[in-house]
């Protein structure tokens, strides 16, 4: 089994910057992708970074230039440094990790944490 524990949200004002963080722990023997996706009130989950080892990494449009997804692999941590926020960067946001472990490829979700941007 894998953990993922989420942290680094908050509320911060229009033009301020959070970084998010999610660990990896459990039975690990290979991370083949990394993610942060995004569900804002009333509105289904989407894709906001992507990290794999073979494609790089992907952004969706509206946060291209303002977010940047890294990763750590000696803590198996990805990060999603969020700069220039606007208000509808709001949501809560999780984590989404692909790991190759004793059962094979699983996904597995973090728990999620608020951004909540406003003034």
């Known amino acids: 089994q894998v953990q993922l524990v989420e942290s680094g949200g908050g509320l911060v004002e229009p033009g301020g910057s959070l970084r998010l963080s999610c660990a990896a722990s459990?039975?690990?023997?290979?991370?083949?992708?990394m993610g942060w996706y995004r569900q804002a009130l009333g509105k289904q989950r989407d894709l906001v970074a992507s990290?794999?080892?073979?494609?790089?990494?992907n952004y969706a449009d509206s946060v291209k230039g303002r977010f940047t997804i890294s990763r750590d692999n000696t803590k198996n941590t990805v990060y999603l440094q969020m700069n220039s926020l606007k208000p509808e960067d709001t949501a809560v946001y999780y984590c989404?990790?692909?790991?190759?472990?004793?059962?094979?490829?699983?996904?597995?979700w973090g728990q999620g944490t608020q951004v909540t941007v406003s003034s």
């Open positions: 459990g039975s690990i023997f290979s991370i083949r992708a």
């Open positions: 990290l794999t080892s073979s494609t790089g990494t």
């Open positions: 989404n990790v692909n790991v190759m472990g004793p059962g094979g490829l699983k996904t597995y």
